[in-house]
T-cell receptor, first 115, second 112 residues
Framework: DTEVTQTPKHLVMGMTNKKSLKCEQHMGHRAMYWYKQKAKKPPELMFVYSYEKLSINESVPSRFSPECPNSSLLNLHLHALQPEDSALYLC??????????????FGQGTRLTVV | KQEVTQIPAALSVPEGENLVLNCSFTDSAIYNLQWFRQDPGKGLTSLLLIQSSQREQTSGRLNASLDKSSGRSTLYIAASQPGDSATYLCAVRVGWYEKLTFGTGTRLTIIP
């Protein structure tokens, strides 16, 4: 099983709403990532969790709050977002080792629209 | 800072043709390079992973090569099919913390 599952697939939220994106994998990976992708652009790294601890925050605004409750789950809590935050949010996972055969697997993404 | 570039940005070819997609990176100190496929509005599907110690990797009609010293990788697609139409992204992994740096992508259209 090389699947990363993201829910929901689509989300429309108002600027005052609070919502959460969810990501799950059962490959035993201990590194999990959130990427943001705007239309016709490559994905940009937001956060990296390693062994359930936040290891990288790419200067993401505090209205995005990640959480890794266990080794299989990754959440992204959203609050007071702006319309420019509308994008495809991608979750990924990989083994947490600096070896050259480590492969990253991505989910199908959550299409977020902020109105 | 690692920069990854893909040329061309868009490519249209008739069905059945063989084609090559290019990926260039500025820092040759990479751990590996992955090629991904992305359909419109969808996530990324991993196609091939080339380890830093490898020169090429094959899967079905796909063949990826890596030349670290020159900072280049190519993805060769044989006997193209309309179902191959998608955006193709290359990504290099740098550093112990598993960060992927993506290229700008090539949007491929196979004409039936």
């Amino acid at each position: 099983d090389t699947e990363v599952t993201q829910t929901p697939k689509h989300l429309v939220m108002g600027m005052t709403n609070k919502k959460s994106l969810k990501c799950e994998q059962h490959m035993g990976h201990r590194a999990m990532y959130w990427y943001k992708q705007k239309a016709k652009k490559p994905p940009e790294l937001m956060f990296v969790y390693s062994y359930e601890k936040l290891s990288i925050n790419e200067s993401v605004p505090s209205r995005f709050s990640p959480e890794c409750p266990n080794s299989s789950l990754l959440n992204l809590h959203l609050h007071a977002l702006q319309p420019e935050d509308s994008a495809l949010y991608l979750c990924a996972s990989s083994h947490n080792r600096a070896r050259d055969n480590t492969e990253a697997f991505f989910g199908q993404g959550t299409r977020l629209t902020v109105v | 800072k690692q920069e990854v570039t893909q040329i061309p940005a868009a490519l249209s070819v008739p069905e059945g043709e063989n084609l090559v997609l290019n990926c260039s990176f500025t820092d040759s100190a990479i751990y590996n390079l992955q090629w991904f496929r992305q359909d419109p509005g969808k996530g990324l599907t991993s196609l091939l992973l080339i380890q830093s110690s490898q020169r090429e990797q094959t899967s079905g009609r796909l063949n990826a090569s890596l030349d670290k010293s020159s900072g280049r990788s190519t993805l060769y697609i044989a006997a193209s099919q309309p179902g191959d139409s998608a955006t193709y992204l290359c990504a290099v992994r740098v550093g112990w913390y598993e960060k992927l740096t993506f290229g700008t992508g090539t949007r491929l259209t196979i004409i039936p």
